[in-house]
């Protein structure tokens, strides 16, 4: 598993939890692993793109990263109501060759 923010505070907090991962510090948008994978999962990251071209940016990179058969997976949560306790999860996924 390959696990990348752009903060590196953020990355040695993830040194800690995942000893056994590969970091790597970088924009999501500009990455570049150097490998293919199965599987390119985004969190919440994604909420932070809200403008349509660098929302576009980002999954075509992930999709550059991916084998032929790979998936792309997003999930990201939010909170409707601070007052319960209660946040919101959505996800979608999409499958290497379907239109960016």
Not at 7 to 28: A, F, G, K, T, Y
Not at 30 to 53: P, Q
Request: proline share 2%; with cysteine.
């Amino acid at each position: 598993m390959t696990l990348t923010n752009l903060s590196p505070n953020m990355l040695e907090v993830s040194r800690e939890l995942n000893p056994d991962c590969l970091h790597m510090q970088s924009e999501i948008g500009i990455i570049d692993a150097g490998r293919d994978f199965d599987l390119v999962f985004i969190h919440d990251v994604i909420s932070y793109f809200t403008d349509k071209n660098d929302l576009l940016t980002v999954m075509k990179n992930a999709k550059k990263h991916l084998n032929s058969d790979g998936l792309r997976y997003l999930e990201w949560s939010y909170d409707l109501d601070t007052k319960d306790q209660v946040t919101e999860v959505e996800y979608a996924y999409l499958m290497c060759g379907e239109d960016d």
